[in-house]
């Protein structure tokens, strides 16, 4: 057990350290300092002499050492005048979650966003189709469409070339499909070779 000091037990009894260190001298224990330590045996007879001058509520905050001092304390037990302590209360009943939506089958999401894309296949082709022939119709009698639009359009004949066989598959499709990526970008070729195109050529155009 750690010794006790001085200054310690002055707090405890609500005396000065020069009162504790007085009555050590009276019980002819010398210390030199208030930080001085002290045996349990003389921490137990200065507990017996300063007891009976403090009042019940100044011994509350007893430390651990000095309940020790003093031996074990029997438990009084309950009082009658004391209420009964309320019992634990009782958890509250869990609100339950929502119920959840039942989510749809893989399956059916994979089939909802494959005809999603054959729609806009579809509609990608039918813009393919008008584009090429509103082209087409720029080129005079005797030019070679790719040689003709790539040359006034600027873009390359390995694009016009792209773009003028895509649109062949549209319109004779001979079954290996382009993928829908492939479509769209045929269809910005066409976009950009009449964007290209000098306004004078658009203007005469065959329509």
């Known amino acids: 057990m750690a010794k006790v000091r001085v200054y310690e037990l002055a707090k405890v009894f609500g005396v000065e350290s020069s009162a504790v260190m007085e009555k050590l001298q009276e019980m002819g224990e010398f210390v030199h300092t208030a930080s ?3 045996e349990p045996s003389v921490v137990r007879r200065l507990t017996e002499s300063f007891a009976p001058q403090l009042s019940p509520r100044s011994l509350v905050p007893n430390p651990s050492w000095l309940s020790a001092q003093r031996g074990p304390q029997k438990d009084p037990g309950p009082t009658a005048s004391a209420p009964p302590r309320p ?8 609100v339950p979650p929502p119920p959840r939506e039942p989510s749809r089958p893989a399956e059916s999401r994979g089939d909802a966003a494959n005809l999603q894309q054959e729609i806009e296949a579809s509609r990608i082709k039918q813009d393919i189709l008008k584009s090429w022939e509103r082209l087409t119709g720029y080129i005079p009698e005797s030019y070679n469409n790719r040689d ?5 359009s600027r873009v390359s004949r390995a694009r016009v070339s792209f773009a003028q066989s895509v649109r062949n598959w549209v319109a004779h ?4 499909e382009p993928q829908l990526g492939t479509l769209q970008d045929a269809l910005r070729v066409m976009h950009e070779i009449e964007r290209k ?4 050529h658009r203007n005469h155009s065959t329509f």
């Open 36 to 38: 001085s330590p002290l």
């Open 87 to 94: 019992g634990p209360r009782p958890d509250p009943k869990p």
């Open 148 to 152: 003709w639009l790539s040359g006034k």
């Open 173 to 176: 499709p001979d079954g290996n």
């Open 197 to 200: 195109l000098p306004a004078r």
